[in-house]
T-cell receptor, first 113, second 113 residues
Framework: QQQVKQSPQSLIVQKGGISIINCAYENTAFDYFPWYQQFPGKGPALLIAIRPDVSEKKEGRFTISFNKSAKQFSLHIMDSQPGDSATYFCAATNTGTASKLTFGTGTRLQVTL | DAEITQSPRHKITETGRQVTLACHQT?????MFWYRQDLGHGLRLIHYSYGVQDTNKGEVSDGYSVSRSNTEDLPLTLESAASSQTSVYFCASSAGGSSNEQFFGPGTRLTVL
């Protein structure tokens, strides 16, 4: 049972373009939605996270948009750079479960010159 | 600096052998997690622990076991390695409480022949 569905599986964006990765969840008890970034040969690292009391969170070129009624959230990378090339995972949890995260299947982003 | 380490980084073993992967964190975090990463499946939770002597099964726990005898370590044991357990394994830790961020180790690439 996949509780967090992520798309697309892979994405190619030109330098300077906007990268958009989408996730949908099923469990309405989820109340914390992080995005993790993983470079080849490394472990994932927290990029940005949002709680459902806001519809958008922005940190630099990275923005999470959250739609509670649709049970969807997305990551937007503005002005995408080659250094953003990585695999991105969305995740979700109910904070009452002591941070046990459910991850999406990942999106491999390649930013070309 | 506090960190989370995994050893070995690479391991090749034969079907039927017992294998133990080490995970050590110096953040004094209560929560520790083991994931496996496979293409098309993202990160799947194997086992997790909320403190010393506490262990819990994740979504893909069959064939794996963990023990938590101190705060710093959560070793993962494959009782009788199978080819289906060829994967990249990540350990993670989190402080718990109001902090949901998980910090990941660098991973162990395990090949079962």
């Amino acid at each position: 049972q996949q509780q967090v569905k992520q798309s697309p599986q892979s994405l190619i964006v030109q330098k300077g373009g906007i990268s958009i990765i989408n996730c949908a969840y099923e469990n309405t008890a989820f109340d914390y939605f992080p995005w993790y970034q993983q470079f080849p040969g490394k472990g994932p690292a927290l990029l940005i996270a949002i709680r459902p009391d806001v519809s958008e969170k922005k940190e630099g070129r990275f923005t999470i948009s959250f739609n509670k009624s649709a049970k969807q959230f997305s990551l937007h990378i503005m002005d995408s750079q080659p250094g953003d090339s990585a695999t991105y995972f969305c995740a979700a949890t109910n904070t009452g479960t002591a941070s046990k995260l459910t991850f999406g299947t990942g999106t491999r982003l390649q930013v070309t010159l | 600096d506090a960190e989370i380490t995994q050893s070995p980084r690479h391991k090749i073993t034969e079907t039927g052998r017992q294998v133990t992967l080490a995970c050590h964190q110096t953040w004094n975090h209560n929560n520790m997690f083991w994931y496996r990463q496979d293409l098309g499946h993202g990160l799947r939770l194997i086992h997790y622990s909320y403190g010393v002597q506490d262990t819990n099964k994740g979504e893909v726990s069959d064939g794996y076991s963990v023990s938590r005898s101190n705060t710093e370590d959560l070793p993962l044991t494959l009782e009788s390695a199978a080819s289906s357990q060829t994967s990249v394994y990540f350990c993670a830790s989190s402080a718990g409480g109001s902090s949901n961020e998980q910090f990941f180790g660098p991973g162990t690439r395990l090949t079962v022949l």
